[in-house]
């Protein structure tokens, strides 16, 4: 995992900065969005200053973490690898949280919270030496690994019809990132870093009756700093449902996967997340 310490350091210069940068990142972003919004009324279309919505749900989580490590010295520990030989499944209540502000009839603001965790023992495969053979161990191990993400994105139409709405979104996410396991002979191992990285993503809309809406979204964000490189991505599939003008109800289906991969001067390291399941949620309009 990054850096791989044995002891989580207290927040450190670099951290700041990553955080104050994030910060500004996303006060500028919020310029560029205001001054968006402000060019589409202009435009003509039709702004209303009544128009938030406010979300909040949970999911019924599957998760499937994995962590290869390797190391490039000849010391004893040369390969470690830990993964869930099965599926965990717990409810994860309130891991997503969104605020919206539909600009005009095209476009439109959200903020969103996101959190995928897992904490549990999986079973962990090491190589070692003994005298002159290569021997492969397994046992069980405890392993941790936490994502966090804040999205502010920019959501504009490209297609539009009466029933259908097909668009694009831009915006940054702030990611955070905390990872611990237990290698046999060297202790606890954990590493935690936080950024600030570009997001892309589509949506999709279908309204086939006024009370009904059918929502799709995928997001795509790259992640390359220094000797680290990953991606996250995410898909999201929810039906809604208007219960009066005020309150609305929805279920659906949610799907992250997070890959980090690092390549050190005395180590390998590959860190996978994997989270799916349903979802369900409620909303209001204000």
Not at 6 to 23: D, H, N, T, Y
Not at 47 to 55: A, M
Request: proline share 5%; net charge neutral; charged share 20%.
């Amino acid at each position: 995992m990054a850096h791989l310490t044995a002891a989580k350091p207290p927040l450190c210069l670099k951290q700041k900065r990553v955080l104050a940068g994030a910060i500004i990142s996303l006060f500028f972003l919020s310029v560029c969005f205001s001054s968006q919004a402000l060019a589409d009324c202009q435009a003509g279309a039709t702004c209303s200053n009544h128009n938030w919505r406010l979300i909040v749900g949970g999911q019924y989580t599957h998760r499937s973490p994995s962590v290869y490590y390797l190391e490039k010295d000849n010391t004893p520990l040369r390969e470690v690898f830990i993964e869930e030989d099965f599926t965990e499944k717990r409810y994860l209540p309130f891991p997503f949280m969104k605020l919206e502000y539909q600009i005009n009839p095209v476009s439109f603001v959200d903020l969103t919270y996101n959190r995928d965790e897992t904490k549990t023992s999986a079973l962990q495969r090491k190589t070692v030496n003994f005298l002159f053979f290569p021997i492969r161990l397994a046992i069980r191990a405890p392993l941790e690994v936490n994502t966090q993400s804040l999205k502010l994105r920019y959501n504009r139409a490209l297609y539009q019809t009466q029933d259908w709405q097909i668009g694009a979104a831009l915006g940054i996410n702030v990611l955070k990132f905390d990872a611990e396991a237990q290698i046999p002979g060297e202790g606890k191992k954990e590493d935690s870093f936080t950024a600030p990285l570009p997001n892309f993503g589509l949506f999709a809309v279908y309204q086939p009756m006024e009370s009904i809406n059918l929502k799709f979204r995928t997001d795509y964000l790259p992640l390359k700093t220094g000797k680290t490189d990953g991606t996250l991505s995410e898909t999201e599939l929810a039906l809604e449902y208007q219960y009066n003008e005020t309150w609305f109800l929805g279920a659906g289906y949610r799907y992250s996967y997070f890959k980090l991969a690092l390549n050190h001067d005395s180590y390998n390291a590959d860190i996978k997340h994997i989270t799916y399941g349903p979802t369900v949620f409620v909303g209001v309009n204000f």
